[in-house]
Protein backbone atom coordinates (compact mmCIF):
# COMPACT_ATOMS: atom_id res chain seq x y z
CA UNK A 1 0.00 0.00 0.00
CA UNK A 2 1.39 3.79 -0.76
CA UNK A 3 2.00 6.01 1.94
CA UNK A 4 -0.20 9.15 1.74
CA UNK A 5 2.62 10.58 4.49
CA UNK A 6 5.40 10.24 1.65
CA UNK A 7 3.78 13.04 -0.40
CA UNK A 8 3.75 16.65 0.13
CA UNK A 9 0.49 18.51 -1.14
CA UNK A 10 2.15 19.27 -4.64
CA UNK A 11 3.02 16.15 -5.27
CA UNK A 12 -0.48 14.51 -3.59
CA UNK A 13 -2.85 16.75 -6.08
CA UNK A 14 -0.14 15.48 -9.01
CA UNK A 15 -0.60 12.09 -8.09
CA UNK A 16 -4.93 13.01 -7.49
CA UNK A 17 -4.60 14.13 -11.31
CA UNK A 18 -4.03 10.60 -12.36
CA UNK A 19 -7.13 9.72 -10.83
CA UNK A 20 -9.39 12.23 -12.12
CA UNK A 21 -9.63 13.98 -8.28
CA UNK A 22 -10.33 17.48 -8.23
CA UNK A 23 -7.29 18.94 -6.23
CA UNK A 24 -9.89 20.23 -3.60
CA UNK A 25 -10.04 17.17 -2.46
CA UNK A 26 -6.07 16.40 -2.70
CA UNK A 27 -5.88 19.46 0.01
CA UNK A 28 -8.62 18.21 2.21
CA UNK A 29 -6.93 13.82 1.55
CA UNK A 30 -3.23 16.15 2.48
CA UNK A 31 -4.76 17.61 5.72
CA UNK A 32 -6.54 14.57 7.05
CA UNK A 33 -3.36 12.87 6.47
CA UNK A 34 -1.27 14.94 8.36
CA UNK A 35 -3.54 14.65 11.43
CA UNK A 36 -3.47 10.53 11.06
CA UNK A 37 -6.94 10.18 10.07
CA UNK A 38 -7.93 6.63 8.73
CA UNK A 39 -9.38 6.41 5.57
CA UNK A 40 -12.78 5.69 6.78
CA UNK A 41 -13.07 8.65 8.94
CA UNK A 42 -12.69 10.96 6.42
CA UNK A 43 -16.03 12.18 6.35
CA UNK A 44 -15.72 15.01 4.14
CA UNK A 45 -14.79 12.65 1.21
CA UNK A 46 -17.51 11.16 -1.15
CA UNK A 47 -17.87 7.32 -0.02
CA UNK A 48 -16.53 5.76 -3.16
CA UNK A 49 -13.26 8.18 -3.59
CA UNK A 50 -12.87 6.88 0.03
CA UNK A 51 -12.75 3.19 -1.07
CA UNK A 52 -11.18 3.78 -4.18
CA UNK A 53 -8.45 5.26 -2.18
CA UNK A 54 -8.49 2.33 0.41
CA UNK A 55 -7.62 -0.05 -2.65
CA UNK A 56 -3.87 1.80 -2.90
CA UNK A 57 -3.23 3.86 0.00
CA UNK A 58 -2.50 3.67 4.14
CA UNK A 59 -3.16 6.94 5.59
CA UNK A 60 -2.02 5.03 9.10
CA UNK A 61 1.32 3.15 8.38
CA UNK A 62 1.72 2.89 11.51
CA UNK A 63 -0.41 2.14 14.39
CA UNK A 64 0.48 2.18 17.98
CA UNK A 65 0.84 -1.57 19.24
CA UNK A 66 1.77 -1.16 22.55
CA UNK A 67 2.15 1.88 25.33
CA UNK A 68 4.09 1.77 28.67
CA UNK A 69 4.48 4.73 30.68
CA UNK A 70 6.78 5.24 33.14
CA UNK A 71 6.81 6.71 36.99
CA UNK A 72 8.48 9.89 35.85
CA UNK A 73 6.33 10.56 33.00
CA UNK A 74 8.05 9.19 30.03
CA UNK A 75 6.10 6.78 27.53
CA UNK A 76 7.38 4.23 25.50
CA UNK A 77 5.70 3.20 22.23
CA UNK A 78 5.40 0.02 20.60
CA UNK A 79 4.73 0.69 16.72
CA UNK A 80 3.20 -1.96 14.37
CA UNK A 81 3.77 -1.71 10.72
CA UNK A 82 2.33 -2.86 7.74
CA UNK A 83 4.09 -6.29 7.57
CA UNK A 84 3.65 -6.66 11.32
CA UNK A 85 7.22 -5.67 11.98
CA UNK A 86 7.74 -3.85 15.65
CA UNK A 87 9.97 -0.57 16.23
CA UNK A 88 9.83 1.63 19.10
CA UNK A 89 9.60 5.22 20.07
CA UNK A 90 9.82 7.41 23.18
CA UNK A 91 7.56 10.10 24.33
CA UNK A 92 9.50 12.58 26.77
CA UNK A 93 7.73 15.64 28.27
CA UNK A 94 9.81 18.95 28.88
CA UNK A 95 8.70 22.30 30.11
CA UNK A 96 9.26 23.91 26.47
CA UNK A 97 7.34 20.53 24.97
CA UNK A 98 7.04 17.19 24.06
CA UNK A 99 10.35 15.48 22.47
CA UNK A 100 9.64 12.12 20.47
CA UNK A 101 12.21 9.57 19.73
CA UNK A 102 11.47 7.67 16.94
CA UNK A 103 12.67 4.76 14.65
CA UNK A 104 14.71 4.91 11.27
CA UNK A 105 15.40 1.23 10.65
CA UNK A 106 13.63 -2.74 11.99
CA UNK A 107 16.69 -3.55 14.21
CA UNK A 108 20.41 -2.28 13.27
CA UNK A 109 23.24 -3.46 11.64
CA UNK A 110 25.75 -1.40 14.11
CA UNK A 111 26.32 -3.54 17.06
CA UNK A 112 26.98 -1.13 19.46
CA UNK A 113 27.44 -3.25 22.95
CA UNK A 114 25.63 -0.81 24.76
CA UNK A 115 22.47 -0.85 22.85
CA UNK A 116 20.01 -3.70 22.24
CA UNK A 117 18.34 -2.61 19.31
CA UNK A 118 21.53 -4.42 17.14
CA UNK A 119 21.41 -7.64 18.95
CA UNK A 120 19.44 -9.38 16.17
CA UNK A 121 20.54 -7.18 13.20
CA UNK A 122 18.71 -5.06 10.37
CA UNK A 123 15.53 -6.57 9.09
CA UNK A 124 15.30 -3.57 6.51
CA UNK A 125 14.87 0.24 6.58
CA UNK A 126 11.71 2.33 6.92
CA UNK A 127 10.11 4.23 4.53
CA UNK A 128 10.15 8.03 5.13
CA UNK A 129 6.48 7.25 4.99
CA UNK A 130 6.75 5.55 8.06
CA UNK A 131 8.81 7.80 9.97
CA UNK A 132 6.20 10.45 9.66
CA UNK A 133 3.57 7.80 10.62
CA UNK A 134 5.37 7.25 14.28
CA UNK A 135 5.72 11.32 14.88
CA UNK A 136 2.02 11.55 14.24
CA UNK A 137 0.62 8.90 15.25
CA UNK A 138 1.91 10.32 19.06
CA UNK A 139 0.68 13.39 17.95
CA UNK A 140 -3.07 12.10 17.46
CA UNK A 141 -2.86 10.14 20.51
CA UNK A 142 -1.67 13.66 22.64
CA UNK A 143 -4.79 15.27 20.83
CA UNK A 144 -2.40 17.55 19.03
CA UNK A 145 -3.50 19.45 15.56
CA UNK A 146 -0.97 21.09 12.77
CA UNK A 147 1.44 23.91 13.05
CA UNK A 148 0.83 26.10 16.10
CA UNK A 149 -1.72 22.91 16.74
CA UNK A 150 0.65 19.70 17.19
CA UNK A 151 1.66 18.75 20.61
CA UNK A 152 4.75 17.03 19.41
CA UNK A 153 7.57 20.04 19.30
CA UNK A 154 10.91 18.48 18.35
CA UNK A 155 12.19 14.86 17.27
CA UNK A 156 15.22 12.94 17.86
CA UNK A 157 16.29 10.46 15.25
CA UNK A 158 17.75 7.28 18.10
CA UNK A 159 15.58 4.93 18.29
CA UNK A 160 15.60 1.46 16.52
CA UNK A 161 18.47 2.06 13.98
CA UNK A 162 21.13 4.08 12.79
CA UNK A 163 19.91 7.09 10.61
CA UNK A 164 22.70 7.48 8.44
CA UNK A 165 22.71 3.48 7.78
CA UNK A 166 19.72 4.91 5.73
CA UNK A 167 20.09 8.16 4.31
CA UNK A 168 17.81 8.75 1.78
CA UNK A 169 14.98 8.12 3.48
CA UNK A 170 15.99 9.74 6.23
CA UNK A 171 16.67 13.43 4.67
CA UNK A 172 12.92 12.37 2.91
CA UNK A 173 11.89 12.30 6.24
CA UNK A 174 13.17 15.55 7.43
CA UNK A 175 11.67 17.62 4.41
CA UNK A 176 8.38 16.18 4.77
CA UNK A 177 7.87 16.34 8.39
CA UNK A 178 9.07 19.79 8.28
CA UNK A 179 7.11 20.51 5.47
CA UNK A 180 5.11 23.92 5.42
CA UNK A 181 1.66 22.56 5.15
CA UNK A 182 2.21 19.68 6.98
CA UNK A 183 2.64 19.33 10.91
CA UNK A 184 5.46 21.64 10.00
CA UNK A 185 8.44 20.88 12.51
CA UNK A 186 11.10 22.91 12.15
CA UNK A 187 14.57 21.56 11.15
CA UNK A 188 16.39 23.11 14.22
CA UNK A 189 13.89 21.27 16.70
CA UNK A 190 15.31 18.01 14.63
CA UNK A 191 18.44 15.58 16.22
CA UNK A 192 20.06 13.24 14.35
CA UNK A 193 22.09 10.71 15.99
CA UNK A 194 24.88 8.52 14.65
CA UNK A 195 27.44 6.04 15.60
CA UNK A 196 29.47 7.75 12.85
CA UNK A 197 29.67 6.67 9.46
CA UNK A 198 31.68 9.41 7.86
CA UNK A 199 30.88 9.89 4.47
CA UNK A 200 27.26 9.95 4.95
CA UNK A 201 27.91 13.00 7.78
CA UNK A 202 30.02 14.44 4.89
CA UNK A 203 26.82 13.89 2.85
CA UNK A 204 24.46 15.76 5.35
CA UNK A 205 26.99 18.44 5.75
CA UNK A 206 26.32 19.21 2.02
CA UNK A 207 22.40 18.63 2.24
CA UNK A 208 22.16 21.41 5.03
CA UNK A 209 19.20 20.42 6.34
CA UNK A 210 19.66 22.86 9.21
CA UNK A 211 18.93 20.26 12.02
CA UNK A 212 21.37 18.93 14.99
CA UNK A 213 24.21 16.49 14.29
CA UNK A 214 24.67 14.17 17.66
CA UNK A 215 27.60 12.38 17.49
CA UNK A 216 27.98 8.89 19.78
CA UNK A 217 31.64 9.00 20.82
CA UNK A 218 31.82 7.37 23.72
CA UNK A 219 35.84 7.22 23.46
CA UNK A 220 38.49 8.57 22.73
CA UNK A 221 40.83 6.62 21.77
CA UNK A 222 40.36 4.17 18.55
CA UNK A 223 41.73 0.88 20.94
CA UNK A 224 38.84 1.66 23.36
CA UNK A 225 36.37 2.70 21.06
CA UNK A 226 36.63 -0.29 18.96
CA UNK A 227 35.62 -2.21 22.09
CA UNK A 228 32.62 -0.64 22.29
CA UNK A 229 31.49 0.39 18.70
CA UNK A 230 32.04 -1.99 15.78
CA UNK A 231 31.71 1.13 13.43
CA UNK A 232 35.29 1.97 14.86
CA UNK A 233 36.93 -1.07 12.68
CA UNK A 234 35.45 1.14 9.51
CA UNK A 235 36.33 4.55 10.64
CA UNK A 236 38.83 5.40 12.87
CA UNK A 237 38.34 8.60 15.20
CA UNK A 238 40.53 10.68 12.74
CA UNK A 239 38.40 10.08 10.07
CA UNK A 240 35.22 10.83 11.93
CA UNK A 241 36.70 14.28 13.52
CA UNK A 242 37.54 15.21 10.05
CA UNK A 243 33.83 14.43 8.64
CA UNK A 244 32.39 16.34 12.13
CA UNK A 245 34.98 19.58 10.82
CA UNK A 246 33.74 19.74 7.63
CA UNK A 247 30.00 19.44 8.92
CA UNK A 248 30.60 21.97 11.29
CA UNK A 249 32.76 24.43 8.89
CA UNK A 250 29.83 24.08 6.46
CA UNK A 251 26.57 24.12 8.45
CA UNK A 252 28.19 26.61 11.43
CA UNK A 253 25.67 24.57 13.36
CA UNK A 254 26.92 23.15 17.03
CA UNK A 255 27.66 19.72 17.30
CA UNK A 256 26.14 17.60 20.52
CA UNK A 257 28.76 14.41 21.34
CA UNK A 258 27.01 11.99 23.38
CA UNK A 259 29.57 9.89 25.68
CA UNK A 260 28.65 6.56 27.76
CA UNK A 261 30.04 6.72 31.25
CA UNK A 262 31.96 3.27 31.17
CA UNK A 263 34.64 2.13 33.39
CA UNK A 264 37.78 2.48 31.71
CA UNK A 265 37.07 5.29 29.52
CA UNK A 266 36.26 8.61 31.96
CA UNK A 267 39.02 9.72 33.52
CA UNK A 268 40.82 13.46 33.00
CA UNK A 269 42.92 11.90 30.70
CA UNK A 270 39.80 11.48 28.13
CA UNK A 271 38.71 14.98 29.04
CA UNK A 272 42.15 16.16 27.50
CA UNK A 273 41.89 14.12 24.66
CA UNK A 274 38.11 15.13 23.36
CA UNK A 275 39.52 18.48 24.14
CA UNK A 276 41.77 17.84 21.55
CA UNK A 277 40.17 16.10 18.97
CA UNK A 278 37.30 18.53 19.09
CA UNK A 279 39.48 22.07 19.25
CA UNK A 280 37.86 24.07 17.33
CA UNK A 281 34.14 22.97 16.80
CA UNK A 282 31.34 24.60 19.10
CA UNK A 283 30.37 21.29 20.89
CA UNK A 284 28.59 20.39 23.86
CA UNK A 285 28.79 16.75 25.71
CA UNK A 286 25.66 14.71 26.91
CA UNK A 287 27.36 12.09 29.19
CA UNK A 288 25.25 9.42 29.18
CA UNK A 289 24.51 7.13 32.59
CA UNK A 290 24.79 3.65 31.72
CA UNK A 291 21.48 1.90 31.46
CA UNK A 292 22.55 -1.82 32.42
CA UNK A 293 20.85 -3.86 30.21
CA UNK A 294 21.75 -7.89 30.08
CA UNK A 295 23.62 -7.99 26.94
CA UNK A 296 26.09 -5.19 27.62
CA UNK A 297 28.96 -5.80 28.90
CA UNK A 298 29.88 -1.94 30.22
CA UNK A 299 30.09 -1.31 34.03
CA UNK A 300 29.61 2.12 34.99
CA UNK A 301 32.02 4.89 35.81
CA UNK A 302 33.01 5.70 39.37
CA UNK A 303 31.58 8.73 40.86
CA UNK A 304 35.07 10.21 41.26
CA UNK A 305 36.16 9.45 37.59
CA UNK A 306 32.94 10.94 36.14
CA UNK A 307 33.33 14.20 38.46
CA UNK A 308 36.96 14.61 36.94
CA UNK A 309 35.87 13.91 33.39
CA UNK A 310 33.54 16.20 34.01
CA UNK A 311 35.61 19.07 35.76
CA UNK A 312 38.52 18.78 33.29
CA UNK A 313 36.10 19.26 29.94
CA UNK A 314 34.59 22.94 31.80
CA UNK A 315 38.51 23.24 32.54
CA UNK A 316 39.15 23.07 28.91
CA UNK A 317 35.87 25.74 28.42
CA UNK A 318 33.49 22.65 26.71
CA UNK A 319 29.86 22.48 27.65
CA UNK A 320 28.79 19.38 29.55
CA UNK A 321 25.64 18.31 31.02
CA UNK A 322 24.36 14.61 32.76
CA UNK A 323 21.47 13.63 30.80
CA UNK A 324 18.62 12.71 33.20
CA UNK A 325 18.05 8.80 33.16
CA UNK A 326 14.16 8.65 32.00
CA UNK A 327 12.24 5.27 31.71
CA UNK A 328 14.46 2.73 33.40
CA UNK A 329 11.27 1.08 34.85
CA UNK A 330 10.03 0.31 31.32
CA UNK A 331 12.97 -0.41 29.52
CA UNK A 332 14.00 3.28 28.27
CA UNK A 333 17.09 2.07 26.21
CA UNK A 334 16.75 1.57 22.60
CA UNK A 335 15.88 -2.00 21.71
CA UNK A 336 15.44 -3.14 25.22
CA UNK A 337 11.47 -3.11 24.73
CA UNK A 338 10.77 -4.02 21.36
CA UNK A 339 13.25 -6.90 21.96
CA UNK A 340 11.65 -8.26 25.65
CA UNK A 341 7.96 -7.89 24.02
CA UNK A 342 8.83 -10.13 20.91
CA UNK A 343 10.37 -12.39 23.43
CA UNK A 344 7.63 -12.82 25.41
CA UNK A 345 5.39 -13.24 22.43
CA UNK A 346 7.00 -15.56 20.61
CA UNK A 347 7.32 -17.67 24.56
CA UNK A 348 3.61 -17.56 24.50
CA UNK A 349 3.25 -18.32 21.05
CA UNK A 350 5.21 -21.64 21.79
CA UNK A 351 3.34 -22.23 24.58
CA UNK A 352 -0.27 -22.21 23.42
CA UNK A 353 1.31 -24.28 20.18
CA UNK A 354 2.60 -26.96 22.89
CA UNK A 355 -1.17 -26.71 24.38
CA UNK A 356 -2.71 -26.83 21.24
CA UNK A 357 -0.51 -30.15 20.53
CA UNK A 358 -1.19 -31.65 23.60
CA UNK A 359 -4.95 -31.47 23.31
CA UNK A 360 -4.63 -32.85 19.64
CA UNK A 361 -2.59 -35.90 20.67
CA UNK A 362 -5.19 -36.58 24.02
CA UNK A 363 -8.29 -35.90 21.66
CA UNK A 364 -6.93 -38.28 18.89
CA UNK A 365 -5.98 -41.22 21.77
CA UNK A 366 -9.43 -41.01 23.52
CA UNK A 367 -10.74 -41.82 19.73
Known amino acids: MKILQEYTLDELKEEMDKRSVKRFRAEQIYQFACTYTPIDEMTNLPK ?5 LKQEFTSTP ?20 QDNNIVEGVLMSYKYGNTIC ?3 QVGCRMGCSFCASGIDGRVRNLEAGEMVGEVLAVNRYLGGGLKEDRKITNIVLMGSGEPLDNFD ?23 LSTCGIAPKIRELADRNLGITLTISLHATTDENRKKIMKIANAYSLADLIEAIQYYYKKTKRRIVFEYILSRGNVSKADAKRFASLTKGIMSHVNMIPINKTPESPLLPASQEKIHEFFEELKAHGISATTRRTL ?7 CGQLRRRVLKEE ?22
Open 62 to 81: VEIYKKFESKDGTIKFLFRL
Open 48 to 52: ELREE
Open 346 to 367: SENNSENSLQSENQTNKTNSEN
Open 169 to 191: NVVRFIELISYKSSINISPRNIS
Open 102 to 104: IST
Open 327 to 333: GADIDGA
